[in-house]
């Protein structure tokens, strides 16, 4: 069995302003970099053989600042944001009924479907290369869902639906197992 505990990256000065980044690379804002350090912190007492962040700067810029003095971070473009296409970097209203866009892109963009593909093939890559092992990820919101999906039996509707961005009920890490 592997072990996956997910964290997603300090909040952006896009999500201050209620801007959907998608495949922009996002700067951390002040907040996001308190986030990103005191994350490392939270979580101090836990042992990961590898840490996997998106290669997006939001997320790298968030392993690093997180755990880069304990580990080395493995940036990998399949653990990417869904690409919003024409809605990168606009206003998030489109968030409201993402299940629009569970198999239909958006414009110029991808499903989740899309990141549904992106996560297995990692998740397969993790279940070859790190049997046994606990691994974080630093990522962002489809990838999470994704994982949801893949992992623990929801449908993309039930992912959305209880995604804990709606609540506001944030913590220092999301568990998976394969």
Same mark, same amino acid.
């Given at each position: 069995?592997?072990?996956?505990?997910?964290?997603?990256?300090?909040?952006?000065?896009?999500?201050?302003?209620?801007? !959907?980044? *998608?495949?922009? *690379?996002?700067? &951390?804002?002040? $907040?996001?970099?308190?986030? !990103?350090?005191? &994350?490392?912190? $939270?979580?101090? =007492?836990?042992?990961? =053989? !590898?840490?996997?962040?998106?290669? $997006?700067?939001?997320?790298? =810029?968030?392993?690093? &600042? *997180?755990?880069?003095?304990?580990?080395?971070?493995?940036? =990998? !473009?399949? $653990?990417?944001?869904?690409?919003?296409?024409?809605?990168?970097?606009k206003p998030e209203e489109f968030k409201s009924d993402m299940t629009k866009f569970i198999d239909k892109p958006f414009p110029n963009g991808e499903s989740c479907r899309d990141v549904e593909k992106r996560l297995t093939d990692f998740v397969d890559f993790l279940k070859e290369n790190y049997s046994g092992k606990h691994v974080a990820i630093v990522a962002h919101q489809a990838p999470q869902l994704a994982l949801d999906v893949l992992l623990k039996g929801k449908t993309w509707e039930q992912a959305i639906e209880e995604d804990w961005r709606g609540t506001k009920s944030w913590q220092p890490g999301w568990e998976y197992e394969l």
């Open positions: 069995m592997t072990k996956i505990t997910y964290f997603v990256h300090g909040t952006t000065t896009d999500n201050e302003q209620g801007i !959907a980044t *998608g495949w922009a *690379g996002g700067e &951390l804002s002040e $907040l996001g970099i308190k986030q !990103a350090k005191e &994350l490392g912190d $939270l979580v101090a =007492d836990r042992k990961f =053989d !590898a840490v996997f962040c998106s290669d $997006l700067k939001r997320a790298v =810029d968030s392993a690093q &600042l *997180g755990f880069a003095d304990k580990y080395e971070i493995m940036p =990998d !473009a399949r $653990l990417r944001e869904c690409d919003y296409g024409d809605f990168n970097q």
